[in-house]
Structures are given as C-alpha cells and as structure tokens.
C-alpha cells in the first residue's frame, strides 16, 4: 500500500485504536498519540511539554510537505501508481466519457448528474456568460501589453464587487449562484484578456455554442456572422479543461482554501488561486517546455541536450513531478489529444522532438531511476501552440477549468466544522527585547 492511500484511509491499515507511542527524553515521560486515517493530529502533540511555562511541541513543515490541512472527498491522486480521480471515478473515463461541465458538476456536487440535472446546469451556466459591461471597461483599463493572467486576477477579484451577495457564504442559495457565475464567466474573461493584448474588439458570449465552443469564438471570431469551430478542436479543448479541473491540495488550491478561510467572498478568494497559478512553478511550466523544444530546435541535437540533462546542467522540462513518480495520467490523455489538434492544425515539427525527447528519456537509466516520467505540462504547451495561443494565455488556459475545481474544494471547506481561519505558527529566529535607538545614534 502506497503513503496516499494510509493517508486517505484506503485499505484500513490505520484503524482508529492505533496509537503512537512517543517518549520525550528531554523529560523521560511517554505519550500516547492516536493515529486516524495513518495521520497523527498536530495538536495532540502539544501536550509534550518541559514544564508548566513551555508552549508545547510543535511540527516544523515548510511548504507543507507532510502536513494534511484538511480531509477531502474531491480528487484522489496515488502518484507512486499514476491514479488521478475526481469524486472516485478514474480522469481516463471522464477524459474519454464526459464533458467539462458535467466533470465541474460531478466536482461541485460530488456525484454525476441526471440528464435532468445536466441540463439544468448546462443552461444556468451558458446563461450567466455574460459579465456588466462595466468589467468591459475594467478590462480595457489595462495596457496594451499587460499580461493576461495579471489582467484574469485583477478581473475576478473586481468581480466581487459586482456582488455583493457573494459574500453572504452561510446562504445555500449565494454559495450556488456564486459558484455558476465563476465557471460561467471565467472564459469570457479570458478571452477578453486575450482580444485585449491583441488589440481586437471583444466579442461577446455566444448562448447557441457549447462551453469550449463558445470560448473559440470569443477568442477568435472577426467579422463572421457565427464561429463555429473545428469539433475536433473544441473536444481536444473540452479534455484539457477535464484534465485540468481538480488536483487536490496543490498551491493555488491551498491558496483558495487559505484566503476563503477569512471567510471572504469566493471571488476573492479564487482571485488568490489565480495569483498562486500566475507563478512560474505552477501555471507555467508548459511554456517552459514550448522553449525548451524550440531551443533544441531539431531531433538531431536531442542526445547533446540529454547529456547536459543528466550532468545537471539543466532540467527536462515536462518531466518530473512532486507527486507522481510514475506517469502522469493526464500526459498520457493529453498526447492523443494532440494527435487530434494536429490533424487540423496541421503538424507541429516540435511534436517529433518532444516524441524522441519522452522516448529516449523513458529508457535512460538517469531519468528511469530517478522515476522521471512525463508530466500534464510535456504535450499540453504544444496544443495550446497549435490553437493559436501565445505562451502568455498558457496559465490563462489553466486557470479556466481549475475554478471548479477551486470553488469544488472551497464550498467543501466551508461545510467543513473542524476548518477555521488559516493560522500557521513559526519558529521565531528574530531578536528579542532590544531598545529602541534614536536615528542619530545607530
Ligand atoms: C516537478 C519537479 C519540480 C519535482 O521536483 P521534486 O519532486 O522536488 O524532485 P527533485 O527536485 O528532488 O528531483 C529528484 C532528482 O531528479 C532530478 N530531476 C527532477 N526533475 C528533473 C528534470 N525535469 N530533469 C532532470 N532531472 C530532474 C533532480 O536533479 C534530482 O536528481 P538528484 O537526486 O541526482 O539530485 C521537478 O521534477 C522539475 O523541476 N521538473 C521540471 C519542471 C516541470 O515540468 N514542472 C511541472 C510540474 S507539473
């Protein structure tokens, strides 16, 4: 049994009598500690003291690396086996199956809806499409050459004050209409971003098209009467965003979690996951990946980047991942999916450097023991290349589909009793007690 699935309880190898026995030599005296779910609470160590003045023992974990912050029934990941699943059912069957929205229903709501549902939702969401033409303007208020990300951050956030009611989170009914409006209005506000940098007139949201139809059109339509975009292209788009929608705690979810424990409103607090994703860490590492393959430039100069690869001289970009340690399931999905964008947009010639790169890198004895496989970002960049993207909507087209997943994980934590104000601790490494000196004297 894998450490995520002790941690999830699969497989009852942490039943509730379990115990850890802890001995505090500074003291001599020994703790009993529970152990639920293969977790140990943080607090129980508190108790573990030297005397009646000392605060108690604490967990010291930057980047929180082995601390779980909540207990979730949204998205499993077993990353030592390459398992990715939303509300328990496998990202293969969805990627394959369903549809964007009905995987953001299947998040917010926990289970797959009935037709009857599906329809519902489908509506509610075409129908909210819309922003106040104000936000328009907010958007065009940016330069000329404003990164669209920055320009998706600032536009969410503004939307709180567009509705007040959002921040009424105790009500049911707020807490729902809030949640459509963000998965509803987050392309068009992407794609006003985008006809923004381009100079291009906005186009407005058309009700007759699907959901990634629809974005198509937003993004590309000119002076057609109706865009209607290549199939194939719209269910490639349709794949990345199911891929894309949920990935348990990761930074910008942990940032949402985090901010939407002050009990702002869930614009704001999705606002905070878009900056988590703005950073190069984690929204951007398929436009790392677009450079590196037009940097080796042709399949012959593959073995000499290898090589400079594994002397450390730098890194395989797409490649490695914190949790997997096997093959990512979304990279699998993700390059069939780019067989079929090609199909339309013609070949891309780094497709077949990225080909050779993954396939001397899966038999490389460097990159095979150190479990490097490739990640959600190796083929992803290239598709987005293909629709026409520059690598600056690269995290723009990320953070579409994520907001399900985002608002999936907020509304869970607000119905969370145990959750409260996000607070870490610290060690303090400061002085202490000094006396103030006059500006003079220093
Ligand atoms: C994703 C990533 C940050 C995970 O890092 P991590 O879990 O902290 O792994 P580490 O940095 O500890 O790497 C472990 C070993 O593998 C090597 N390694 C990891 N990723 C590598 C890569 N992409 N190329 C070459 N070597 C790599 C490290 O040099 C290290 O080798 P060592 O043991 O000889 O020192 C890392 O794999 C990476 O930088 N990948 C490229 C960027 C990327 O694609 N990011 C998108 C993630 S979705």
Redesign the pocket.
């Known amino acids: 049994m894998t450490q995520t699935e002790q941690q999830d309880g699969g497989g009852g190898v942490a039943g509730a009598s379990e115990t850890l026995t802890v001995t505090d030599n500074r003291t001599g005296q020994s703790y009993e500690i529970p152990i639920t779910d293969g977790t140990v609470r943080a607090m129980d160590l508190r108790q573990i003291k030297t005397g009646d003045d000392d605060f108690g023992l604490m967990t010291y974990d930057p980047a929180y690396t082995n601390t779980a912050s909540c207990r979730s029934s949204v998205t499993f990941i077993d990353g030592d086996v390459g398992i990715l699943e939303y509300r328990g059912y496998p990202i293969e069957q969805l990627a394959e199956k369903s549809t964007y929205l009905e995987v953001a229903y299947l998040l917010v709501y926990g289970e797959l809806p009935t037709q009857q549902q599906l329809d519902w939702w489908v509506n509610e969401i075409t129908l909210h499409t819309f922003v106040h033409e104000n936000v328009k303007e907010f958007v065009g208020g940016f330069r000329h050459d404003a990164h669209p990300m920055g320009m998706l951050l600032g536009a969410v956030g503004a939307l709180s004050t567009f509705y007040p009611d959002a921040f009424d989170i105790d009500d049911p009914a707020s807490r729902e209409i809030q949640t459509i409006r963000l998965i509803s209005k987050m392309p068009t506000l992407a794609a006003f971003a985008y006809r923004h940098i381009q100079g291009r007139p906005y186009v407005y949201p058309d009700n007759d098209l699907a959901y990634p139809d629809n974005f198509l059109s937003m993004m590309y339509k000119m002076t057609e009467l109706k865009y209607e975009p290549d199939p194939r292209l719209s269910r490639a788009l349709d794949i990345l965003f199911i891929l894309h929608a949920d990935h348990e705690q990761n930074c910008s979810t942990s940032a949402v979690r985090s901010v939407g424990s002050s009990q702002v409103d869930p614009y704001s607090a999705v606002a905070a996951g878009i900056a988590a994703l703005y950073g190069p860490?984690?929204g951007g590492?398929?436009e790392?990946?677009l450079r590196m393959l037009r940097r080796i430039e042709s399949v012959d100069n593959i073995p000499g980047f290898i090589e400079g690869?594994?002397a450390?001289n730098?890194?395989?970009?797409?490649?490695?991942?914190?949790?997997?340690k096997n093959y990512?399931p979304r990279a699998k999905i993700i390059k069939s999916a780019a067989e079929d964008v090609f199909e339309v947009t013609g070949r891309n010639p780094l497709l077949d450097i990225a080909l050779e790169l993954e396939k001397i890198a899966l038999e490389d004895e460097?990159?095979v023991q150190?479990?490097?496989y490739p990640?959600?970002?190796?083929y992803s960049g290239l598709i987005y290349e293909a629709l026409g993207l520059p690598v600056e909507m690269f995290p723009v087209m990320f953070a579409i589909p994520r907001t399900s997943g985002w608002i999936a994980q907020w509304l869970e934590m607000t119905q969370d009793g145990e959750q409260k104000i996000a607070r870490p601790r610290q060690i303090y490494t400061g002085d202490r007690g000094r006396d103030y000196v006059p500006i003079a004297s220093r």
């Open positions: 860490l984690h590492a398929n790392a990946v690869v594994k450390g730098e890194r395989l970009m797409g490649f490695g991942h914190r949790v997997y990512d460097y990159f150190r479990k490097l990640n959600v970002d190796f």
